[in-house]
């Protein structure tokens, strides 16, 4: 495999980082269970990215997490933001094979990115929980519901949202514009339902 960057692959990790840093900004569609917030599609422009190539993926995720950090977003959100490298990892592993993907198809790789997503979210945001570092709601709600209910179970339950939104938008795109992307790991194999 060509580990050099193509001025494709650049571009598409560039307007993809773009779209990830600015809809948790701008989003009307927003669910909010003091303390957590989840923000529908934001995690769109990460697995988009992984349908590309591992490359794209990977640059997308440290693309947004330096954005967040420039963007003056609290620290646990940027710490949070860096924790998706892994559950990109695992997942580039679960659907850098198939033939085609489709919502139905990829609920078993969603679910296992989902719990992915959710263990590292908590892991990280554990320490800051017990460094008293977090907003007072996280502590009235208790470690049980405010850490693993909301952040674990709800980054699943999010996660499994956005990707399949994602699948669907990666399903709209044109087969052209598949095939010209990511040809090294051969992920442009993806087809419409």
């Not at 679960?94 to 969603?110: D, P």
């Not at 460094?131 to 674990?152: C, R, T, W």
Request: proline share 4%; charged share 10%.
């Amino acid at each position: 495999m060509n580990s050099k960057l193509n001025t494709k692959e650049v571009i598409m990790a560039a307007l993809l980082c773009a779209i990830g840093i600015m809809i948790p900004m701008i989003s009307p569609i927003k669910i909010v269970l003091e303390p957590a917030s989840f923000t529908l599609a934001s995690h769109v422009a990460i697995f988009i990215a992984m349908f590309i190539s591992t490359k794209v993926a990977l640059l997308v995720t440290v693309g947004t997490t330096i954005g967040f950090f420039i963007g003056g977003f609290p620290i646990v959100v940027v710490a949070r933001a860096l924790s998706h490298l892994v559950f990109v990892i695992v997942g580039m592993s679960l659907i850098k094979n198939k033939e085609s993907i489709t919502i139905k198809g990829s609920l078993g790789s969603s679910f296992i990115i989902g719990v992915i997503h959710g263990i590292c979210e908590v892991l990280v945001v554990i320490p800051f929980y017990f460094n008293s570092s977090l907003s007072p709601a996280y502590y009235d709600k208790g470690f049980l519901q405010g850490v693993i209910l909301l952040v674990g179970v709800g980054t699943v339950i999010h996660s499994m949202l956005d990707f399949s939104l994602s699948v669907y938008i990666w399903n709209l795109l044109p087969k052209g514009f598949v095939n010209k992307i990511g040809k090294e790991e051969k992920l442009g194999k993806v087809q419409k339902v």
